[in-house]
């Protein structure tokens, strides 16, 4: 098979890098891609967001399969533009249609998902600027901290956990007024803050049936402790210690099989991953957020634990029979550290010069914001690398991470050297 791969991240990097494992895939675009990717696959200089020059670029190449890696395409609805062209319409695309996308694209239509199919979450109330002052007293009858979430697509970066009441009506007030997260926060989700330990879910589905991959725990602040601002995620750990069989059941069976079933009983056309935000509180799993993709750098510690072929998976979604499928699981601990431009997620610097990866020993290199320019691998983004590793224990993996971290170089490098301290 020829497949189309699309994005430019560490997810991208680690999806490729596991697709092209497999016997089933002879040849692999990825649009635009990085330098990780151009080292394995082809990179094509295309926007994932460009329909009419995915599709030239499909005919022109005979590519038989599209998987979708961000977000953006997807809200975009590319799923229902192959399903209404002609010619494109039989090539399976890995991802949600446009209505399934909202469930990422529209914190409000996620929240009422959640309760149509009475899927444990925090209490909500949503807010335009029309209806502020209600959203004012909204915050006035919670309980600090408040929890303020941009509706639509903010880049991972449009929640806002803010302890005083005041500041969180001026926040408010900024999202929807001055439009602080641009147009994503013309509508605005405030919710019950829930006191808990973060866990990530993912699962893949057909729309039918559904295998669920291996768990996983991201860390968003930039600073140590878990401090500073949101970013898209500065390491990840899998499996998380503290998901016992018990906690794993409660999640299948109140969360899982009923979205799934929400998505068969709302006709839902959803053919891809499914990234189930959870906090559990008191051993019970509430749901914070949907994403309709992968996460990152979740997916570069849940991928490479995945021993089977991530392609023939595909094939099954494809296929509607992800039932007939078997997914096989390495047990081994996996955790990556993700590297990142000093100053990020603020301001930063890019065409920094990186040195060392060809250093890095019993540990996998994944590529973030990268690009080759005259030979030489430069930083192109606010997270740059991403250094997966094996381990018995998430503690061993760890300590390879950062091992081999220090074999890296480029000017102003950030990284947390704490992933895992809250396990």
Known sequence: MTILLLGSGGREHALAWKMLQSPLCDKLFVAPGNAGTESIATNVNISPTDFGEIKKLIIAEKIDMVVVGPED??????????????????????????????????????????????????????????????????LESLKPPYVLKADGL??????????????????????????????????????????????????????????????????????????????????????????????????????????????????????????????????????????????????????????????????????????????????????TIMVVSGGYPEEYEKGKAISGIELVQDSIVFHAGTKTENGQVVSNGGRVLTVTSFGDSFEEAIKKSYQNIDRLNFDKMYFRKDIGFDL
């Not at 997807?74 to 090539?91: A, H, R, S, T, W």
């Not at 449009?158 to 602080?180: C, P």
């Not at 559904?210 to 899998?238: F, H, Q």
């Open 154 to 335: 903010a880049a991972g970066k449009g929640v806002l956990i803010i302890q005083d009441l005041d500041e969180a009506k001026f926040e408010l007030s900024n999202m929807l007024l001055n439009e602080k997260f641009g147009i994503a926060s013309s509508k605005v989700v405030i919710e019950e803050f829930l006191e808990g330990i973060e866990l990530s879910c993912f699962v893949l589905t057909d729309g039918k049936n559904y295998k669920i991959l291996p768990t996983a725990k991201d860390y968003k602040r930039i600073g140590e402790g878990d401090t500073g601002l949101n970013t898209g995620g500065m390491g990840a750990v899998s499996p998380v210690p503290f998901a016992n069989a018990e906690l794993l059941e409660k999640i299948e069976n109140r969360v899982v099989k009923p979205t799934i079933d929400g998505f068969h009983h709302d006709k839902i056309n959803y053919k891809g991953f499914v990234f189930i935000g959870l906090i559990i509180v008191d051993n019970d799993p509430y749901v914070i957020e949907y994403n309709v993709r992968m996460g990152d750098p979740e997916t570069e510690v849940v991928i490479p634990r995945l021993k089977s072929d991530l392609v023939e998976l595909f094939v099954a979604v494809a296929n509607e029979k992800l039932d007939e499928a078997t997914l096989e699981i390495d047990e081994r601990s996996a955790t």
């Open 73 to 138: 395409p997807l809200v975009l609805g590319i799923q229902d533009f192959f399903l209404d062209d002609e010619f494109l319409k039989n090539i399976p695309v890995i991802g949600p249609s446009k209505t399934g996308a909202r469930l990422e694209g529209s914190k409000e239509f996620a929240k009422e998902f959640l309760l149509n199919h009475r899927i444990p979450t925090a209490a909500y109330q949503s807010f335009t600027k029309d209806t502020i002052e209600k959203g004012f007293h909204f």
